[in-house]
C-alpha cells in the first residue's frame, strides 16, 4: 500500500512561528543559565567549595552547545533537547530535597521549556526549509 505525502503547512504558516519558537528558545536557554549562575553563586551553601568552579562544571554542556542555539541552528537545537534532559533530572533529584525543593521544580520547569521550544523550532524549521526546497 502506497503511503501518502505528508502534507506540508504553508510558507506563511510556518514563518512566524519559526521566529517565535527560536525566540523562546534562547529566552528560555538563557533562563536556565540564568537559574543556574544565581543559584550557584548567591543561594546554594556548597560547603566551602569554589562556587565558580561548580558553577563552570554545571554549565559546560550548555556553553558547548550555545554557539549553535545562538546561531539559530536547526543541529543546534536538537542537541540541547538531548543536553537539557540532564538539567531536567538533576532537578528531578533537587526537588525531592527539602532544602533546595523550589531550585529543583525552578530547574524542571526552565529545562522543560528549553526542551519543548528547542523541538518545535526544530520541527517547524525543518518543514519550512522543505516548503522553500519545494518552491
Known amino acids: 500500500m502506497a503511503r501518502k505525502p505528508k502534507v506540508l503547512p504553508p510558507q506563511a504558516w510556518l ?3 519559526v ?8 529566552l528560555a536557554f538563557l533562563g536556565l543559565v540564568g ?6 553563586l548567591f ?4 560547603h566551602g567549595a569554589r562556587p565558580w568552579v561548580i558553577l563552570l562544571i554545571e554549565l559546560v554542556p550548555l556553553l558547548v552547545l550555545a554557539p549553535g542555539m545562538l546561531m539559530g541552528s536547526a543541529r543546534g537545537h ?4 538531548f543536553a537539557v534532559n540532564l538539567y531536567f533530572i538533576k532537578g528531578a ?3 525531592y530535597d527539602p532544602n533546595r525543593q523550589w531550585f529543583g521544580v525552578l530547574e524542571m520547569l526552565a529545562s522543560l521549556a528549553v526542551f519543548c521550544t ?3 523550532y526544530v520541527r517547524w524549521r525543518h518543514q519550512l526549509n522543505r516548503r522553500l ?3
Do not use: F, N, T
Open 43 to 46: 543561594i546554594a551553601d556548597l
Open 35 to 40: 537559574l543556574l549562575c544565581g543559584y550557584y
Open 93 to 95: 533529584l533537587a526537588a
Open 15 to 17: 514563518e512566524p512561528r
Open 118 to 120: 528547542a523541538l518545535l
Open 133 to 135: 526546497a519545494e518552491a
Open 78 to 81: 536538537s542537541w540541547m533537547c
Open 19 to 26: 521566529k517565535v519558537a527560536r525566540v523562546l528558545s534562547l
